[in-house]
Structures are given as structure tokens and as C-alpha cells.
């Protein structure tokens, strides 16, 4: 007696969560989370956001990329940084669900009004465009 095919397992195997649950266990990353959620950001924004070193930043960005949750792209000497949903519906889940939780964390608010008043204006941050040549009379 053979057994019919089975299907596919919506549930992912324990291992497939550690990365995730690993990336979602330190504040800092929990907070540069809540500021690229909906959004891509360039790293400068991050840092000046945060009030932490370049580096730091860019390690904590570098673990959330290995965790499957961040990508990143290079504009210039610039990186750019935008939030991965992923493929997996429970592991999307629990991703959605983290980044609502803490999109009502007092603390993480005032990281995104700080990040409002940046100095490079984040809200012009996924179009670069350049200025208006001066209209010679």
C-alpha cells in the first residue's frame, strides 16, 4: 500500500524561524524594523535617526539581511534599506505581527518623529532628483 503525495506543509520546520526569532531579539534591530517598515531608507537616515555609529548600524542591517527580512541596494557610496517580506506565510505572520506590535511602542513613535526631522529630509528618499537648473534671463 503506497501513501498518497503529501502536501506541502504550511507550517515551517523549527530551524527556518531561528534566524528570524535571532533578528528579532535585540532592540536595535527591533528599531531600525519600525523605521524601514512600508519604507526604503538610506542607512545616513538610520544613523542620524538612532543616534548610533555608521557601523553599528550596518551590522545590525547586515544580520537582518541574513535573517531574510531586510535587502539592500547601493545608490552611489550610499545603501538604501527596505523591508523583505517573507515568502513563507507563517514566518510573514509573525513579522507582521511583530512590526505592529511595536509600531505602538512609545519609544519606537519617537524614532519615527525623529526620523521626520532628519536632516536630509527622509520623505524624499526613494527618488533622487536634481534641482532646477537657474533660469538665466
Partial sequence: MTRPAAAAD????????????????????????????????????????LRQSQPKI???????????VVAARREGKWMHYRLVRPRDPVTASI????????RRDPKLQADRERLTRACCQ???????????QPTVL
Avoid: M, W
Fill in 10 to 49: 504550511p507550517v515551517p520546520r523549527a530551524d527556518s524561524l531561528v534566524p528570524l526569532f535571532a533578528a528579532l531579539a535585540d532592540p536595535t534591530r527591533l528599531r531600525l524594523l519600525n523605521l524601514i517598515a512600508g519604507r526604503e531608507l538610506c542607512v545616513c537616515y538610520l544613523v542620524e535617526t
Fill in 58 to 68: 550596518s551590522r545590525h542591517l547586515a544580520y537582518l539581511r541574513k535573517a531574510g
Fill in 95 to 102: 513579522l507582521a505581527t511583530v512590526l505592529d506590535s511595536i
Fill in 122 to 132: 527622509p520623505n524624499r528618499f526613494v527618488t533622487l532628483q536634481r534641482a532646477p
